[in-house]
C-alpha cells in the first residue's frame, strides 16, 4: 500500500499537481486511521490530504481510477496489490458475470462483438431501463456490456482510452436514447418548464452513461497495460497549464470556466497590492482618535489610503485564424479586470484594424462581446492573411495622439507577418510616445523568427516579449502589469 | 505500517493529561449525527469531517458561496455538543483583534495605582503583574486554545484576510498553541475540531493549505438537494422537493454570473410553501424566480431559456 501511494503521488506530481511531503506523510497517517477496503472512503481521505484546489480535482479522480481502479479495490488485501495487479482475475470469483467478462475481454477484441448474451436491441432496452428508474447498478453493467460489444478493445495498443470511447458511443446511437427517456418522462399536459426540466434530466442522465462508459473502458486499459503506462496516456493538464493555441473544445470550456474565478481573484489581488504599495500622508484625526486608547500618545500611526495611479491600457490583438483563441482569451481576461485600469482600449486586426472597445462596454458578458467582434469587427482589407505592418500603419495614423506616458500598449499575435513589410519604425514612434511596449506571443518561443514569423524585428521596440501560452503565463504577465 | 495515534501524539505533545475520546466512531455516525442537526452531509464532507477528528487536523472548506460551509461547522458544533467559537474575517483583521491583546488601559490604571501608593515597589515587580493573564484580553483563537471545555473553532472567510494575516494561523493550526512573547506558550487544555472557510476569492498560502485537509463543497445533486429542501422545510411536500431541485439544476446548468445558492433554494422553497403551491407552473416560476437569481441578465436569461423556448416547441 505504502508503495502504490508512493506512485500515486509521483503521478499526481507528473500532472503538475502541488504535493508536498507533509502532504504525503498525512495521508499515509489518513489511511491507518480509515477502513482501506472501502473505495470511497480511501479516495475521500487522499482527496482531502493531497489536493488542496478544488480545480485539481478532476485530474486528481482520473489518476485515482487509474491507481486504485475497481478491480483491484475489489480485493479486499490492499496490501499485496504490486504483486497482483497482473492475475487479478483469479481473485475473486462472487462476481461469475463480471470474472468471466473479464477472462475473455482479451480475447474478444480481436473477434469483433461475438460471445455476448445480449443483441443490440435487448441492450439499448436494458440501458433505457436503468436509466429511467435511475438504477446505477445495471447502468454501469450496461455501461459493461456496450464496451465488450461496441469498443473492440486490442490488448497492449497504446492508445488512450478516448478512442475506444468514441467508438463505443457511437455504436450505441445516445441520441436515440435521449429522445427516448424525454418522451418517457414527458406528461401529456406539461408546460414549457416541465418539458425542459425533462430534457435536462435526460441529459444528465446520459452524461451519467458516458462517465459510466469511460470509467469501464479505463479501468480495462489499466487492466492491460498497468497503471504506471496508463497514467501517462490519460494524464490531463490542470485548466491552468492547458495551452491555449491546441485547446480542443472540453479543454475550451474548462478554460473559459477556469478565466472567470482567475479574473476575479486577479483583481482582488491587484487592489489589494495597490492599496499596500504605498502608504499615504498621515490621517491625523484618526491618529489623534487612534492614541486615546494609549493615553494620548500617537504610537500607532494611521495613514490616508494611498491614490493608486492607474495605468491606461490599449490592446492590439490579431484575430486571425492561427491566433484567434488565444486573441480571445486574452481580451477577456484584460476586460474582465478592465474596472482596476483607468481606461483599456481594444483593437482587433488582420489586415485591417478596427476598434472594439464599444463592444465590451455594451455587454457585459465578455463571452457575448467576443462573438460580436468576430461577426461585426472590420479588420478585413484586402485578402485576410494578418498584415503586421499595415495594422500598425493604420493605427498609427488613426490612434497615435491618443497614446501618453501612462499608457501601456499590449500587442497580442505570433507575428507571422506572410511576408509582409514589418513597419518596425511604427512600433518605434509607439514606443516612444507610450510608457511601456508589451508583446505577448502564443507561440513557444522556439518556433521564433522561424519561417514567416517576423518577432525579431518588433523585439528591439517592446519592453518585454513574452511567451503567453497559458492562464498560468497570462495571469503572471497581467499581475505585473497593473 | 506503524501505528501511531496522531491524537495520542498530540495529546503528549500538548501534556494532556489523558487523551480525549474520538468524537465518532466511524463515517456513518458522523452522517447520521449531522443529520439529526438538520445537516444533510454526503460521503465526502462526513469522510472529512471524521478524518479531522481522527487525526486532529483542521479543515479547510471551500466552495461557492450559500453551499453549507458555516452550517456545517455549526453542526458538527451542535452534533458534539461543543460550543462554537466564531472568528470572522476581514480585510485589516490583526493580531489584536484574532489572537490577544494587551489592556492598556487596565495596565495604565495599574501602573498609575502602584504609584500613589508606594514608591518602594520594585519596577520589575510591577512588569511581571501588568503582563499577567488578569491584562489580557483574550480574542476568539486564543479563546479556543484556552477553553477548558470541548469548542469548535469556526474561522469563516478566511480569504478575506491578507497573506500576511493568515501566518497569524499557523502556530494554532499546526501546534494547538499560542505565543505570547510576554507571558510563554499557552498550550490547548483540549484538542478543538477547527473549520476555515474560504469562498475562494484569493489563492491561500502553501502554508495553510499544506496544515489542512481540505473539502470541497458544491452544489449537491438533486437528490441530496431534495432532501436539504425537505429537512429545512417544514410542511413542504416531497414532489414539490423534487420538482425545486430538478429547476434549480436546472438553472445552475446555464451559464449564469450567479447560479442559485442552497441557501436561496431554501427560501424559495419557504416562499412557495408560503404561497401555497403543491407544483409549479411557469406562472409561478417566473413571478418568483427573483429569489433564486440577483442579477437582471440572469434573470432574462433564465426566463428565456426555462420557459420561452418550451413554449417555442409547443
Known sequence: ?482 | MSSIDPRQELADRLGLAEVPPARFENVAEVIEKLRQNDYLSDEAIASVTFLADRLAKPVLVEGPAGTGKTALAKAVADAVGARLIRLQCYEGLDESKALYEWNYRKQLLRIQAGRSDSSTEDWSALEEDIFAEEFLLTRPLLEAISATEPVVLLIDEIDRVELETEALLLEILSEYQVSIPELGTVKAKQIPMVFLTSNNTRELSEALKRRCLYLYVGYPDVERERDIIISRVPGISTALAEQIARVVRSLRNLDLKKAPSVSETLDWARTLVLLGREEIGEADAVATLHILLKYQTDLEKATKELVGRGKALA
Not at chain 1, 15 to 37: C, K, Q, W
Not at chain 1, 162 to 185: E, F, Q, V
Not at chain 1, 359 to 366: G, K, Q, R, T, Y
Request: hydrophobic share 40%.
Open chain 1, 1 to 482: 500500500m505504502r508503495n502504490l501511494l508512493g506512485e500515486f503521488i509521483v503521478e499526481l506530481r507528473a500532472a503538475g499537481l502541488p504535493v508536498s511531503m507533509s502532504e504525503h506523510v498525512d495521508a499515509a497517517r489518513a489511511l491507518t486511521a480509515i477502513d482501506i477496503s472501502d473505495r470511497d472512503m480511501v479516495k475521500a481521505c487522499l482527496a482531502a490530504t493531497l489536493v488542496k484546489n478544488g480545480d485539481h480535482m478532476p485530474v486528481f479522480s482520473t489518476a485515482f481510477d487509474v491507481y486504485f481502479s475497481n478491480r483491484h479495490a475489489d480485493a479486499s488485501d490492499l496490501g499485496e496489490m504490486d504483486e497482483e495487479s497482473s492475475n487479478a482475475d483469479e481473485t475473486k470469483g462472487d462476481d461469475p458475470n463480471a470474472t468471466g467478462m473479464r477472462g475473455s475481454g482479451r480475447s474478444r477484441g480481436m473477434g469483433g462483438g461475438g460471445g455476448s448474451s445480449m443483441s443490440a436491441e435487448e441492450l439499448a432496452e436494458m440501458l433505457f431501463k436503468a436509466m429511467q428508474s435511475n438504477d446505477l447498478n445495471s447502468m454501469r453493467s450496461g455501461a459493461r456490456e456496450a464496451v465488450d460489444r461496441y469498443a473492440g478493445m486490442e490488448p497492449g495498443r497504446p492508445v488512450g482510452g478516448t478512442y475506444y470511447l468514441y467508438r463505443t458511443l457511437r455504436n450505441l446511437d445516445l441520441d436515440t436514447l435521449m429522445d427516448r427517456l424525454i418522451a418517457a418522462g414527458t406528461k401529456a399536459d406539461a408546460d414549457g418548464l416541465e418539458e425542459r426540466l425533462v430534457k435536462d434530466e435526460a441529459k444528465a442522465k446520459v452524461e451519467a452513461l458516458k462517465a459510466a462508459i469511460e470509467a469501464e473502458i479505463r479501468e480495462r486499459l489499466v487492466d492491460d497495460r498497468g497503471a504506471e503506462a496508463l497514467g501517462k496516456s490519460v494524464r490531463k493538464p490542470l485548466p491552468e497549464d492547458i495551452d491555449v493555441m491546441h485547446a480542443n473544445r472540453d479543454e475550451m470550456a474548462q478554460l473559459e470556466r477556469a478565466l472567470k474565478p482567475l479574473s476575479r481573484k486577479l483583481a482582488t489581488r491587484l487592489a489589494r497590492r495597490r492599496r499596500k504599495r504605498r502608504r499615504g500622508p498621515i490621517d491625523l484625526r484618526s491618529t489623534v482618535r487612534r492614541s486615546l486608547s494609549t493615553g494620548g500618545v500617537p504610537i500607532d500611526l494611521r495613514f490616508k489610503p494611498p491614490h493608486p495611479a492607474k495605468p491606461e491600457i490599449v490592446v492590439i490583438a490579431d484575430i486571425s485564424g492561427s491566433v484567434a483563441s488565444f486573441a480571445r482569451f486574452t481580451l477577456h481576461m484584460v476586460h474582465a479586470i478592465s474596472s482596476q485600469f483607468s481606461k483599456v482600449r481594444s483593437f482587433v486586426f488582420v489586415d485591417g484594424l478596427d476598434e472594439v472597445t464599444h463592444l465590451f462596454e455594451e455587454s457585459d458578458d465578455p463571452a457575448e462581446a467576443v462573438a460580436r467582434i468576430n461577426s461585426e469587427a472590420d479588420v478585413i482589407a484586402f485578402d485576410g492573411h494578418s498584415d503586421y505592418g499595415r495594422a500598425l500603419l493604420v493605427f498609427h495614423e488613426k490612434y497615435a495622439s491618443t497614446i501618453n506616458k501612462r499608457t501601456a500598449v499590449l500587442i497580442l499575435g505570433d507575428a507571422r507577418n506572410n511576408y509582409h513589410q514589418a513597419h518596425a519604425e511604427v512600433l518605434a514612434d509607439l514606443k516612444f510616445r507610450a510608457r511601456n511596449v508589451y508583446w505577448l506571443n502564443p507561440e513557444p518561443t522556439s518556433y521564433w523568427n522561424s519561417g514567416d514569423s517576423v518577432i525579431r524585428e518588433y523585439a528591439p521596440y517592446c519592453d518585454k516579449v513574452v511567451e503567453c501560452r497559458s492562464l498560468r503565463q497570462l495571469e503572471a504577465f497581467v499581475g505585473d502589469l497593473a
